[in-house]
């Protein structure tokens, strides 16, 4: 397997080059018929996707309990455009992983790929030039761009994160024993 790093780069340049200049919200729909891929509901699932099919005619199947309305929820935009992250790798000739260390760093780099198309980095950029001297600033930030991205706020948490590594979010809530624990953080993994 080549460097993962080069996978980075790669599907960071495919995200900029899909919705660079496109409008929030990023239009999955679309981009999955630029690239022939045919994305189905399963009501069978436990809320994950698959990529499935060949190359040359790939389909996204979405696996989950909910009950499908007419568009896409925040988890599945985010889950078609993580698929769509694994056949650009495929069709960049990348070698499956090999091993469990491997496969969560393939996983991790398709779920950035995912922010990186539902976030552009132009927008966040902008939403972040007037840098937020509050932490409550900081939240309203992350929140508007759920909102106008139409992805979850850990999903944009991360991705402002992602722009400027020196911001960190956590998400911390009270358990049923009465403790604290903490549900989301954007600080890096041990190991990366």
């Known amino acids: ?58 389909e996204i199947v979405l696996a989950l309990r909910e009950v499908p309305t007419e568009t896409y929820t925040a988890f599945e935009r985010f889950l078609i455009a993580h698929e769509l992250g694994h056949l650009i790798l495929i069709r960049t000739r990348v070698d499956g992983p090999v091993g469990t260390a491997e ?12 922010r990186w198309l539902l976030m552009p980095e ?6 972040l030039q007037d840098r937020p001297s509050t932490g409550t600033e900081l939240l309203e930030i992350s929140s508007r761009l759920a909102l106008v991205a139409q992805v979850s706020w850990p ?4 991705r402002i994160s992602d722009a400027d590594p020196s911001l960190t979010f956590l998400r911390v809530g009270r358990v049923s024993d009465g403790r604290f624990k903490v549900s989301v953080s954007t600080l890096p993994k041990k190991g990366k």
């Open 103 to 114: 496969y969560w760093k393939l996983e991790d780099l398709c779920d950035c790929f995912s």
């Open 155 to 158: 999903t944009a948490a991360y």
């Open 122 to 127: 132009r927008i966040v950029r902008a939403m």
């Open 1 to 58: 397997m080549r460097s993962t790093e080069a996978y980075r780069q790669k599907l960071y340049e495919v995200a900029c080059a899909l919705s660079g200049n496109a409008s929030l919200p990023v239009r999955t729909e679309e981009i999955c018929t630029a690239f022939g891929i045919k994305v189905r509901r399963s009501p069978l699932g436990r809320g994950r996707a698959v990529l499935l099919g060949t190359e040359s005619r790939p």
